[in-house]
């Protein structure tokens, strides 16, 4: 198995502004729609809140680096309007990540990579 065709987990924690809650929700469904509708590689792609609702996490695999790298085009335009409204209070992908998208992760401070160690 190449390193571009290993499942790669997603995951990002993030703080709403106050009385954004509304079109952070609008914006998840939105994406979501539009994942369902176009990234057969995206395997899970969840939000969940804390019991205020006002922080989420976002939980995201991927079947290879290639899907995720489609899933950012795909939701590009949202990942501005989220950002806009949330602050990040840490983002990470675990895998072994292609060198495309190595490259693309080494642009940004977040998410960070995580490579494996172990795996069961």
Known sequence: ????????????R??????K?????????????????NEPGTLQYEVHFNADES???????YRD?????QHAEN??????GVLAIV????GEVLGEA???LKANLADSDVPVLFTPFMKL
């Open 1 to 12: 198995m190449t390193k571009s065709s290993v499942e790669l987990l997603g995951i990002a």
């Open 14 to 19: 993030f703080k709403i502004k106050e009385g």
């Open 21 to 37: 809650l509304d079109e952070y929700k609008r914006l998840c469904e939105e994406a979501m729609k539009l994942v369902r509708a």
């Open 55 to 61: 922080e989420c996490m976002v939980i995201e695999r």
């Open 65 to 69: 680096s290639k899907a995720a790298m």
């Open 75 to 80: 939701l590009s335009h949202i990942f501005e």
């Open 87 to 90: 602050s990040v209070v840490h």
């Open 98 to 100: 292609s060198p495309e």
